[in-house]
């Protein structure tokens, strides 16, 4: 089984900057991507961005420039850098993450997600 702990979240100004961390652990054979996702109230869960095994990296529109999405080389944990924040990136974010278990099984793991909310 394999479990994904975020952390990072909380309360940041517009304009400010946070940095999210997830940290996956358990029984994983390989990855081939990890990613962000975010949901809004009332609104449904949309990727935000991703990193795959081969280190390409593709973000929404709305998080460009802004927004960076790295994993450090043993793929144990990813981060995403926020910057430029906008009261509209207020959301619970969430990582993910698509691979194959040590038994060679396809896995789609979802963390709990943790809060980030910017004010105006």
């Known amino acids: 089984q394999v479990e994904l702990v975020e952390s990072g979240g909380g309360l940041v100004q517009a304009g400010g900057s946070l940095s999210l961390s997830c940290e996956a652990s358990?029984?994983?054979?390989?990855?081939?991507?990890m990613g962000w996702y975010r949901q809004a109230p009332g609104q449904q869960r949309e990727l935000v961005a991703v990193i795959t095994s081969g280190g390409s990296t593709n973000y929404a529109d709305s998080v460009k420039g802004r927004f960076t999405i790295s994993r450090d080389n043993g793929w144990n944990t990813m981060y995403l850098q926020m910057n430029s924040l906008k009261p509209e990136d207020t959301a619970v974010y969430y990582c993910?993450?698509?691979?194959?278990?040590?038994?060679?099984?396809?896995?789609?793991?979802w963390g709990q997600g943790t809060l980030v909310t910017v004010s105006s």
């Open positions: 993910n993450t698509k691979g194959y278990s040590g038994n060679r099984r396809p896995f789609d793991a």
């Open positions: 358990g029984s994983i054979f390989s990855i081939n991507a």
